[in-house]
């Protein structure tokens, strides 16, 4: 997995309470993964590539409050993630697996898996995270501002508004260095996610 990038579904929010149990689903994988004490689950996060070449992953949560809450007709490996952790690092991680008459079987204890169920739990506590501080905040921390002083003028024009760049205008610029007015890219981010040059993803977790 590389990049997954959050979004949120048309039926859900940010600033919503922090979810106690999640379903993880990797298409990449065709892995499903159950972080909780039961297998029902109150959030999705899904895991799919974007094309055409796949290098980024796009995270959608999905509220739900199933017994089964996800089955495309595929064949998917089901794990239990266990994990603990201490002032917002994994301390423990390991996968329980599952039977194909679904019944739960013992943790999973080859080295490979460790490594993924690490992953796993770092990238449920980022989530954790982002749900707590909700969207205003994930997109202070994802715009980076100066004010622009009259030495920097150089006739370039703000792409969402189309208005030339002028002294002591604030500049907001993202991480893959595409900058634009303040003001307008922060309008942008609450509705689109992504740079609206390069369209790539602005929140994302690097795996």
């Known amino acids: 997995m590389s ?10 929010s940010y600033g919503i309470i922090v979810p106690s149990s999640y379903g993880i689903i990797v298409r990449r994988t ?12 109150d959030t999705l ?3 799919t590539p974007l094309p055409p070449d796949g290098s980024h992953e796009i995270v959608q949560f999905k509220r739900c409050n199933e017994t089964v809450p ?5 064949p998917y490996q089901k794990f239990r993630l266990i994990f603990t952790s201490n002032n917002g690092s994994v301390v423990t991680s390991r996968y329980l697996s599952y039977n194909e008459s679904d019944q739960v079987l013992n943790y999973v ?17 980022w989530c954790d995270n982002f749900l707590r501080k909700g969207l205003p905040k994930a997109t ?21 508004c189309r208005d030339k760049y002028q002294a002591d205008h604030t500049i907001g610029t993202l991480a ?9 890219i922060r309008k942008w981010l ?14 994302h977790y690097y795996f």
């Open 3 to 12: 990049k997954p990038s959050l979004v949120t579904s048309k039926s859900s």
């Open 30 to 41: 065709r892995t499903f993964i159950i972080v909780g004490s039961s297998d029902r689950v």
């Open 45 to 47: 996060l899904d895991i």
């Open 70 to 74: 996800f089955d495309d007709g595929l």
């Open 109 to 125: 204890e080859d080295e490979k898996t460790h490594q993924s169920s690490l992953k796993v739990a770092r990238f449920v506590l």
């Open 140 to 160: 202070e921390d994802a715009v980076k501002v100066r004010r622009l002083a009259k030495d920097d003028e150089d006739g370039e024009i703000c792409v969402i």
């Open 176 to 184: 893959c260095k595409h900058s634009y007015h303040e003001e307008c």
């Open 190 to 203: 609450d509705e689109k996610k992504h740079c609206p040059m390069c369209r790539i993803p602005v929140f």
